[in-house]
């Protein structure tokens, strides 16, 4: 499984649909995430660097919550930062959870 991403494309935000390969741990982190009504999002800032974010969970009551942002440089450091990004999240979900 690959990590789907919704890119958010310059000048107007349209969307894109992406997805990003990781090892199988973090795509399984990822995987859980999902489950519980995770999203990843990805956008290329006016300076290039990347902004990666993992939002949700959404419910009718609420609007959705940053759970973790990592802005990086664009390139070979951005696989790295989908990475801490999925931890990131897990561990503020299981700060939830409990």
């Known amino acids: 499984m690959s990590i789907p991403f919704?890119?958010?494309?310059?000048?107007?935000?349209?969307?894109k649909d992406e997805t990003i390969d990781r090892p199988e741990h973090i795509e399984r982190a990822a995987l859980s995430l999902f489950e519980r009504g995770v999203r990843f999002?990805?956008?290329v800032l006016m300076d290039g660097s990347v902004s990666l974010e993992a939002v949700g969970p959404e419910d009718e009551?609420?609007?959705?919550?940053?759970?973790?942002?990592?802005?990086?440089?664009n390139g070979p450091g951005v696989a790295e930062a989908v990475d801490r990004l999925v931890l990131k999240a897990s561990?503020?979900?299981?700060?939830?959870?409990?």
């Open 6 to 15: 919704v890119q958010f494309l310059r000048p107007d935000g349209r969307r």
């Open 41 to 43: 999002e990805a956008e």
């Open 61 to 73: 009551d609420s609007d959705p919550t940053s759970l973790a942002l990592e802005v990086v440089p």
């Open 91 to 98: 561990y503020q979900i299981g700060k939830v959870a409990s």
